[in-house]
């Protein structure tokens, strides 16, 4: 099977403004892109500008809570969960505008206090939710897990803790993505 690579744009050309970043990533052979956070902009905006571009959006993540206080994700935050589900319409609005097929649902950060395996009970509960919901709608709904080094803290550092969560859910829209830089 061939290798599909799409260019992450909120890493990469990240020296343009993002309307630039898509003709940048067409103009050195992507096909596609993806984009972790960019709810800065409307969902309009960004489907004309990588239709513009000729250009799949493959991906992009879920809104990830209050970066600036330390979150990276609360599907696992027990308590958040009308929060979560509301994140996960906002989502799939971004998902339809720009044609894509899949959400990156984050863990969260386990908060300090909080024990693993509630904070794991709670993302099993909304993986479920988030899977059967996007399902309805189309999107697949993916996880990850991340290393150690970029997020301390994260519920999901190790490959057999993402697969137990999608063990956990047994639903077939629910998939683990994996980033080179977290192997």
Not at 98 to 109: D, Q
Not at 115 to 127: G, K, Q
């Amino acid at each position: 099977m061939p290798l599909k690579f799409a260019a992450n744009i909120g890493w990469m050309y990240t020296e343009l403004p993002m309307a630039a970043r898509f003709a940048a990533a067409k103009g050195h052979g992507f096909r596609a892109v993806e984009c972790p956070l960019f709810y800065e902009f409307e969902p309009t905006q960004l489907a004309d500008w990588h239709g513009e571009a000729g250009l799949a959006f493959i991906m992009f993540n879920a809104p990830p809570g209050d970066m600036e206080a330390g979150e990276y994700g609360i599907s696992g935050l027990p308590g958040r969960e009308a929060e979560f589900q509301d994140s996960i319409a906002t989502a799939l609005d971004y998902a339809q505008a720009l044609g894509s097929g899949f959400i990156h649902v984050l863990a969260g950060i386990v908060p300090e206090g909080e024990s693993r395996e509630r904070c794991f009970e709670t993302y099993v509960a909304n993986l479920k939710w988030a899977a059967e919901t996007c399902a309805a709608a189309g999107v697949g709904v993916l996880i990850e897990p991340i290393n150690t080094i970029e997020r301390p803290g994260y519920l999901t550092t190790l490959t057999a803790e993402a697969r137990a969560a999608v063990d956990a859910v047994g639903h077939p829209n629910l998939g683990i993505q994996f980033d080179f830089h977290n192997a």
